[in-house]
């Protein structure tokens, strides 16, 4: 029942305004021509998961079809599909309803003389899937009673290939670094390009990258004829499948689930199992994901915290190659002249929760800067200039925060400033970073692509003009807010931009070779004071 070779089962908005519903190839169809705008019933902490499925799988199609380049008309895409599951002659593997246990159905593994272990009834696709919020409070769970096919065949998708450890018998994936983390996407797409110009530049990529990545891990993988569909494989959760006996695109189910129908309703049944569906505790999550950054300290793979994708974390990723080695969907083809789009999605894992869903498609950058994170002598260059910017954004910060602080305090001097004085700053402070996350990698960019030293002084003058007159703002804001008596309000308006100016242009300050940028704003603020 519901064949997704065949059946229109995934509802597609396309960029010319209609909708549509449609099976699987016809979805790689549309992607070949860049037409797809969204999928209805995607959520957004699905989309990596049904990105990096479609990628996976469309890789390994055409990679066992010994084909180098990815083909474009559904039919095509359907033959090949069906090249990687020959031997079951009725689609069993692309079915959402397989009844006979002994055979795959979509997502999920045969559970053959195992039904019986099938106990927890799950009558909803979002509480089959892997998002667990605290206290059932940002995404409320098993609501989509009134479901539709896609719903299913997503929340399938997620959870088999992103979900985490969840108690005893809830084994997570082998694409994550323990349990209680997630798996991480950080790559590059087209920036003027959509879904289809994502998924397909994700495929050639991985056909380019795939003996690369078999060298990289010669002691996982086999080069041909690896297990590559897992839910194909039988299963009675007793025994882990072995990494040396996959294909490096492989894509995983880590929990035992089967969908039926009850009153023609999908209803799913699932169990647990005494072992994790694939033995790779030990690798950290380091086993070559397409998307996945590694740490080069513990060679384990990112864990996402609550910040999530925050500027100054962000850069950490892209630029420090002391800290992360970059994965391979950061590559891009070295003849590329066109912008491309970083995307950076993960889930913050928790225990027995999640802490929260994170992602940034905001950031574009040149050819030179894209092709610089794979090239150690400039992915160094570009460290030094997000170092340098950080420090200066830095210096301005701490600036701003003692200038609130005095404020606060009435425009007392800066040793007799109180923890509570302090403390008042901190709204401001998050405010500032706000203001200057969207703002930092653009101003990379220019630094980093400026011609000569003259050129990179400039942009340095010019984002530090930003960054004071920001700062300047939310200080003005401040003096005006922050609770003070009203007979020292005219002092502590003095005192805090006397002592965010006089901090900036302190001798020891990153801007004290380049005093003439606060003029503008000291200015101002005399002008003020009479």
């Not at 804001?477 to 003070?484: K, L, N, Q």
């Not at 002092?491 to 020891?508: E, I, K, M, N």
Request: positive net charge; charged residues 25%.
């Amino acid at each position: 029942m519901h064949n997704f070779l065949i059946d229109p089962l995934v509802r597609v908005r396309l960029l010319d305004g209609k909708s549509a519903a449609m099976s699987l190839p016809d979805i790689y169809e549309a992607a070949s021509t860049d037409a797809i705008a969204a999928f209805p019933a995607l959520r957004p902490h699905q989309r990596h998961a049904w990105h990096a499925f479609l990628a996976q799988l469309g890789a390994l199609a055409l990679q066992r079809a010994d084909l180098a380049a990815p083909v474009q008309t559904a039919t095509e895409w359907r033959t090949l599909l069906r090249g990687l599951t020959s031997e079951f002659a009725n689609d069993e593997p692309w079915l959402l309803v397989v009844e006979d246990p002994t055979q795959p159905a979509f997502m999920q593994c045969p559970a053959g003389n195992t039904r019986s272990q099938y106990r927890r009834r799950v009558t909803t696709p979002d509480d089959l899937d892997l998002l667990v919020t605290s206290k059932n409070h940002d995404v409320k769970q098993a609501i989509a009673a009134a479901s539709a096919p896609d719903d299913w065949v997503l929340a399938l998708i997620d959870l088999q290939t992103m979900a985490g450890f969840l108690g005893a018998g809830n084994y997570g994936i082998a694409r994550m670094n323990g349990g209680f983390s997630a798996r991480p996407c950080l790559g590059l797409a087209p920036a003027d390009g959509g879904f289809g110009a994502h998924l397909f530049h994700d495929m050639r990529r991985m056909l380019e990258e795939r003996d690369h990545l078999l060298e990289s891990y010669p002691d996982y993988y086999r080069p041909e004829d690896g297990a590559a569909l897992l839910w194909t494989v039988p299963w009675d959760g007793t025994a882990s499948l072995d990494l040396g006996d996959l294909d490096p695109y492989f894509i995983e189910v880590c929990r035992r689930v089967r969908l039926g129908l009850e009153d023609r309703r999908i209803t799913a049944r699932t169990a647990g199992s005494k072992k994790s569906r694939i033995a790779a505790k030990a690798a950290n999550g380091n086993i070559g994901d397409f998307w996945t950054p590694v740490s080069t300290g513990d060679a384990k793979a990112l864990s996402l915290s609550s910040a999530g994708f925050r500027y100054d974390r962000l850069a950490k990723l892209l630029f420090d190659g002391g800290a992360y080695a970059l994965p391979r969907a950061m590559t891009v083809d070295p003849a590329a002249t066109k912008r491309w789009r970083v995307v950076a999605r993960g889930m913050a894992g928790g225990q027995g929760k999640t802490d929260g869903y994170h992602e940034r498609n905001d950031i574009v950058f040149a050819p030179r800067v894209v092709k610089a994170f794979s090239r150690r002598k400039e992915r160094d260059d570009l460290a030094a200039v997000c170092d340098a910017l950080l420090e200066e954004i830095a210096e301005v910060s701490r600036a701003l925060r003692l200038g609130v602080a005095v404020a606060a305090s009435g425009g007392k001097l800066m040793s007799d400033l109180t923890r509570t004085d302090r403390m008042k700053a901190a709204p401001y402070a998050r405010r500032f970073d706000a203001a200057i996350d969207p703002l930092f990698f653009g101003a990379v960019e220019s630094r980093f692509v400026a011609e000569d030293e003259a050129a990179k002084r400039a942009e340095r003058k010019r984002f530090a003009k930003r960054l004071v007159a920001t700062a300047d703002s939310l200080l003005e804001e401040a003096v005006e807010a922050v609770p003070c008596p009203v007979i020292q309000r005219h002092r502590a308006r003095a005192t805090a931009f006397s002592t965010f100016h006089g901090q900036l242009r302190r001798p020891r300050s990153v801007f004290a070779d380049q005093p003439r940028i606060f003029a503008p704003w000291e200015a101002g603020h005399a002008k003020r004071q009479t």
